[in-house]
DNA sequence: TTGCAAATGCAATATTGTTGCAAATAGCGG
DNA sequence: CCGCTATTTGCAACAATATTGCATTTGCAA
């Protein structure tokens, strides 16, 4: 199944109450996390350590890490974002946040000779609802 | 014409010897640079001062801040950043290399309510003609 | 030329992220 | 179950990037 336990064991690091709790919060959480998100929320945890472990799901595969518009890093469960793989999306650059639209996948232009296709995605940046309205 | 004060005066904004040198920078620039470039580039400036002179820049519209990778701010010349707009791009995973497409560019899907549209690009990835042929 | 709002320079401070090292611990072989 | 070892953790110090406060200077318009 899909416990934290069992994602950790089996991307081959070790299990560790920390890693445990970060990555259910990361897989948990409706948008990505910044190191101060995922702090707030398991306030025992030393910050340092937070950011290890953090580097350590990401060098894993677990996690993917993004910058968001502050410069701030933003931590995400690689599951969670792989849902978006394939759909159209809209991207909000404050929070980080991904989300799905409702359009049409975009047709594959004509390429120059010799170019070879391997993903087309389109990317739709801005800011959410809840970033407009915040911010 | 288009000389920095020119452009500043244009702008609105006081035409100060540091706005005119960094916007100098900024403009015969061949990338976005960060703070720290800009120093470089102007070692007699004051760091603060720089970093109000480009925050100033971006105020009036004659500069655009965005972040890089590593989460460090980076800015560019309007001008200079508008000759890309709305051009598709094909990036090739192998070399890391961008190259514009003879494209239409998207149009724009429907977005839900309250969220607000910056940007929109289609990513097209694979490999290049000739990454395709030593691979 | 003069006045004033804007810009500058400097010092201090905030925020975010990293490194070094000793102590603790997960997972493994016995 | 027991101990060994590499990994992980916690703490302190440090580094890089960005911001704030305030006194002084300067652009520019009347």
Chains 1, 2 share one sequence.
Do not use: W
């Not at 953090?54 to 410069?71: E, H, I, T, Y």
């Not at 890093?73 to 409702?102: K, M, N, P, W, Y």
């Amino acid at each position: 199944m899909g416990t934290a336990a069992d994602l950790l064991r089996s991307a081959g690091v070790k299990v560790t109450p920390g890693r445990q709790r970060v990555l259910d919060a990361l897989c948990s959480a409706s948008q990505a996390l910044s190191h101060a998100d995922v702090e707030a929320l398991l306030p025992d945890a030393d910050r340092v350590t937070l950011y290890r472990v953090l580097d350590s799901l990401v060098a894993c595969g677990l996690a993917l890490k993004a910058v968001d518009a502050r410069g701030v890093f933003r931590f995400s469960a690689s599951a969670v974002q792989r849902q978006h793989e394939g759909h159209v999306h809209f991207r909000c650059t404050d929070c980080g946040g991904v989300f799905c639209l409702e359009a049409a996948p975009p047709s594959p232009p004509q390429l120059p000779h010799g170019f070879r296709l391997a993903e087309i995605a389109l990317d739709v940046r801005g800011t959410c609802a809840n970033c407009s309205r915040t911010g």
